[in-house]
Nanobody, 124 residues
């Protein structure tokens, strides 16, 4: 059974930091591209960051320099470190895994598996 279980969301003040984790089971993560996406109320889901099958790393312009994506294939886990958080980062964050070497990890329609989402709220 495939599962992606996220953790680490919560409430943080502007300028603060949070770390998200996504532990996967039911498949071997090292064969997959991975990504983090988010969806704010009333908005479409948007890509935050991803690591392609070729291990190239991409960031949305809005988070570049503040967020860091990483993966530990031995632990079947992906991470998103978020620093200097802003109120506009408030959203439900989703991790995903993509099993198509030629697909863009920035395209959420290409993803095979998704986590359940974790709420991140940035507010004073």
């Amino acid at each position: 059974q495939v599962q992606l279980v996220e953790s680490g969301g919560g409430l943080v003040q502007p300028g603060g930091s949070l770390g998200l984790s996504c532990v996967v089971s039911g498949f071997t993560l090292r064969f997959y591209a991975i990504g983090w996406f988010r969806q704010a109320p009333g908005k479409e889901r948007e890509g935050v960051s991803c690591i392609s099958a070729g291990r190239n790393i991409y960031y949305a312009d809005s988070v570049r320099g503040r967020f860091t994506i990483s993966r530990d294939d031995a632990k079947n886990t992906m991470y998103l470190r978020m620093n200097s958080l802003k109120p506009e980062d408030t959203a439900v964050y989703y991790c995903g895994a993509l099993d198509n070497y030629g697909a863009s990890c920035l395209d959420d329609s290409e993803y095979d598996y998704w986590g359940q989402g974790t709420q991140v709220t940035v507010s004073s």
